[in-house]
């Protein structure tokens, strides 16, 4: 039976109902209702923890046939990986992103069905399922079938999505193609936030100040923490050092997009001053990440730096194709650094190369971003001695590192300096995408710095001004 709330449309209601990445900073789904629409911004996956993950197979909490279009900030699975499930059920609408969003989710969405996939025929062949037989979450048709519902718009212009109602697309430098979304409608103005990217990051632009908002929905990943002011060339140029002096190797676990894209210019830069041991190869063995690759040269428009300056340190490493060779990496027992997704080793070749690497402690494991509760990821970081890779609990004994100000994410004092490009404070700001502690540090800092009115959201909690 079907137990989602059916969607009316209603002329001059204004509500606005948190769906998803509410104490958690995955699963990114608000329910704008406006001027009689009923519009989805983002469409996510939940991530991590496992009562977060079976949200995922949970029925969509409102009607999809209500819904008028979704608007999206960025590619990121967290924020547009529910959407061939979207569409699975019923959506036909439009979805409404940059064009390096809608490249990028092509990318994106097509590997993440290609896993639900592949997880689904696992589960099947050992029987692991209490589901019989387990159905993958949405298949690669599905996928196919959403990415031809996607219109891109251009940033910085402002876009009718019905009559009455107008958004606008603004850089938040985050990754290619994200965007902070201006909505306005009825003389009220809704922005969101997305994920905010970092100041003076080596290859994204700042994200763009904002001066208006009514209402803001504000991402708080790291709400309560400071990304280390330590360079990072000096502390990647350390480790490396080190780790090569062990007889090591290097795994770094990173995000196929945006992550691989910055530790590759990093390294670019550390071989450029003769920084790295002269023969240490350099392996990318991740697939999607030489698509996202390709991008940068579509997308310079968002960059710090020329393509042609970038392309030196993209064409660098040796780009592993297939997993055969992927799995001879692992062989040879010369020093090397391989940058491997995924970034929370959640999944993906990387699982494979910490097995071999997270036991021996003369390598180390580098991350480089945030680690969700309830990942490999968060668990390393946090000093685990053991994680369950395949059913088989795999020994840490390598170090472990994990360099925050890698991140794509704005820190805590990042989000308040953009928080100060604001020319008058927004009736009401609430805070989605972090995990507790992170959202409700970053609340007081609101309070008391800003002294605007702020909450933090819960899930399924509704608003409307009185
Ligand atoms: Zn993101």
Same mark, same amino acid.
């Given at each position: 039976?079907?137990?989602?709330?059916?969607?009316?449309?209603?002329?001059?209601?204004?509500?606005?109902?948190?769906?998803?990445?509410?104490?958690?900073?995955?699963?990114?789904?608000?329910?704008?209702?406006?001027?009689?629409?009923?519009?989805?911004?983002?469409?996510?996956?939940?991530?991590?923890?496992?009562?977060?993950?079976?949200?995922?197979?949970? *029925?969509?909490?409102?009607?999809?046939?209500?819904?008028?279009?979704?608007?999206?900030?960025?590619?990121?699975?967290?924020?547009?990986?529910?959407?061939?499930?979207?569409?699975?059920?019923?959506?036909?609408?439009?979805?409404?992103?940059?064009?390096?969003?809608?490249?990028? @989710?092509?990318?994106?969405?097509?590997?993440?069905?290609?896993?639900?996939?592949?997880?689904?025929?696992?589960?099947?062949?050992?029987?692991?399922?209490?589901?019989? *037989?387990?159905?993958?979450?949405?298949?690669?048709?599905?996928?196919?079938?959403?990415?031809?519902?996607?219109?891109?718009?251009?940033?910085?212009?402002?876009?009718?999505?019905?009559?009455?109602?107008?958004?606008?697309?603004?850089?938040?430098?985050?990754?290619?193609?994200?965007?902070?979304?201006?909505?306005?409608?009825?003389?009220?103005?809704?922005?969101?936030?997305?994920?905010?990217?970092?100041?003076?990051?080596?290859?994204?632009?700042?994200?763009?100040?904002?001066?208006?908002?009514?209402?803001?929905?504000?991402?708080?990943?790291?709400?309560?923490?400071?990304?280390?002011?330590?360079? *990072?060339?000096?502390?990647?140029?350390?480790?490396?050092?080190?780790?090569?002096?062990?007889?090591?190797?290097?795994?770094?676990?990173?995000?196929?997009?945006?992550?691989?894209?910055?530790?590759?210019?990093?390294?670019?830069?550390?071989?450029?001053?003769?920084?790295?041991?002269?023969?240490?190869?350099?392996?990318?063995?991740?697939?999607?990440?030489?698509?996202?690759?390709?991008?940068?040269?579509?997308?310079?428009?968002?960059?710090?730096?020329?393509?042609?300056?970038?392309?030196?340190?993209?064409?660098?490493?040796?780009?592993?194709?297939?997993?055969?060779?992927?799995?001879?990496?692992?062989?040879?027992?010369?020093?090397?650094?391989?940058?491997?997704?995924?970034?929370?080793?959640?999944?993906?070749?990387?699982?494979?190369?910490?097995?071999?690497?997270?036991?021996?402690?003369?390598?180390?494991?580098?991350?480089?971003?945030?680690?969700?509760?309830?990942?490999?990821?968060?668990?390393?970081?946090?000093?685990?001695?053991?994680?369950?890779?395949?059913?088989?609990?795999?020994?840490?004994?390598?170090?472990?590192?994990?360099?925050?100000?890698?991140?794509?994410? @704005?820190?805590?004092?990042?989000?308040?300096?953009?928080?100060?490009?604001?020319?008058?404070?927004?009736?009401?700001?609430?805070?989605?995408?972090?995990?507790?502690?992170?959202?409700?540090?970053?609340?007081?800092?609101?309070?008391?710095?800003?002294?605007?009115?702020?909450?933090?959201?819960?899930?399924?909690?509704?608003?409307?001004?009185?």
């Amino acid at each position: 039976m079907n137990q989602n709330k059916a969607l009316k449309h209603q002329n001059n209601a204004f509500k606005l109902s948190f769906l998803g990445a509410a104490g958690t900073v995955t699963g990114s789904r608000t329910l704008l209702q406006a001027g009689g629409r009923n519009l989805l911004v983002d469409c996510g996956l939940f991530q991590g923890l496992k009562n977060l993950r079976l949200r995922n197979c949970a *029925p969509f909490p409102v009607d999809v046939s209500g819904l008028d279009a979704v608007i999206l900030t960025h590619a990121h699975l967290d924020h547009s990986g529910y959407l061939p499930r979207l569409a699975r059920l019923g959506y036909a609408g439009p979805i409404l992103a940059t064009s390096a969003t809608v490249e990028l @989710a092509r990318i994106l969405l097509l590997d993440s069905a290609g896993i639900q996939e592949a997880d689904a025929e696992f589960l099947n062949r050992h029987n692991l399922s209490s589901h019989k *037989p387990a159905l993958p979450l949405y298949t690669v048709g599905d996928a196919e079938r959403v990415l031809k519902q996607f219109r891109k718009v251009e940033f910085d212009e402002w876009v009718e999505v019905f009559p009455g109602l107008r958004a606008r697309w603004r850089s938040a430098g985050h990754i290619l193609g994200a965007a902070i979304v201006e909505i306005d409608q009825a003389g009220r103005r809704i922005v969101f936030s997305g994920d905010l990217g970092r100041y003076d990051d080596a290859i994204m632009d700042d994200p763009t100040p904002i001066e208006r908002a009514d209402y803001l929905v504000l991402e708080s990943t790291y709400g309560d923490r400071l990304h280390s002011d330590e360079d *990072p060339l000096e502390t990647l140029h350390a480790l490396i050092s080190r780790t090569v002096q062990r007889g090591g190797t290097v795994l770094i676990p990173a995000f196929a997009v945006g992550r691989v894209q910055l530790m590759l210019w990093y390294l670019y830069l550390l071989r450029g001053s003769a920084r790295l041991p002269a023969n240490l190869p350099i392996y990318v063995d991740s697939p999607m990440s030489l698509n996202a690759t390709e991008l940068y040269r579509r997308n310079t428009r968002m960059l710090r730096h020329s393509y042609s300056e970038l392309q030196g340190a993209f064409q660098m490493p040796r780009y592993v194709r297939d997993v055969q060779e992927s799995k001879s990496l692992d062989i040879s027992p010369m020093p090397k650094i391989i940058i491997s997704a995924s970034g929370m080793a959640t999944g993906g070749r990387v699982l494979h190369h910490l097995k071999h690497y997270a036991p021996d402690p003369r390598s180390t494991i580098l991350f480089a971003g945030y680690q969700a509760a309830g990942t490999r990821g968060a668990a390393m970081v946090g000093g685990a001695a053991k994680v369950k890779i395949h059913g088989e609990y795999i020994p840490v004994r390598a170090e472990v590192r994990n360099l925050s100000m890698l991140s794509a994410h @704005a820190d805590s004092d990042e989000i308040i300096r953009w928080l100060k490009g604001f020319e008058t404070a927004p009736s009401h700001c609430f805070l989605n995408h972090g995990e507790a502690q992170a959202a409700d540090t970053l609340r007081l800092r609101i309070k008391d710095e800003l002294g605007w009115k702020v909450k933090v959201v819960e899930h399924l909690e509704e608003f409307s001004p009185q």
